[in-house]
Nanobody, 115 residues
Framework: QVQLVESGGGLVQAGGSLRLSCAAS????????MHWYRQAPGKQRELVAS???????DYADSVKGRFTISRDNAQNTVYLQMNSLKLEDSAVYYC?????????WGQGTQVTVSS
């Protein structure tokens, strides 16, 4: 059974940093594109950052220059380093794996940024 388990969320002051991790129990991890999404209360889920199997990255305009996505294929883990956090970054962050017909989601981890 495929599992994506996020960790690293929490409460942080504005301007602070957090590092999210997502561990995947799936053999196709190295071939899959990995994504971080977030969803704030009352808002639609939005794509925050993506990384291809080859390591190419892409970011939402709202997080460019502040967030960094990376992956460790040996550990089947994807990371999201979040710096200079803003109040509007508060949300539940979800890890997502996409490969061919496979599309898996983690359970989410809460990030709360306080003033």
């Amino acid at each position: 059974q495929v599992q994506l388990v996020e960790s690293g969320g929490g409460l942080v002051q504005a301007g602070g940093s957090l590092r999210l991790s997502c561990a995947a129990s799936v053999r196709i991890f190295g071939d899959a594109a990995m994504h971080w999404y977030r969803q704030a209360p009352g808002k639609q889920r939005e794509l925050v950052a993506s990384i291809t199997s080859g390591g190419s990255t892409d970011y939402a305009d709202s997080v460019k220059g502040r967030f960094t996505i990376s992956r460790d294929n040996a550990q089947n883990t994807v990371y999201l380093q979040m710096n200079s956090l803003k109040l509007e970054d508060s949300a539940v962050y979800y890890c997502n794996l996409k490969y061919l017909v496979w599309d898996y989601w983690g359970q989410g981890t809460q990030v709360t940024v306080s003033s």
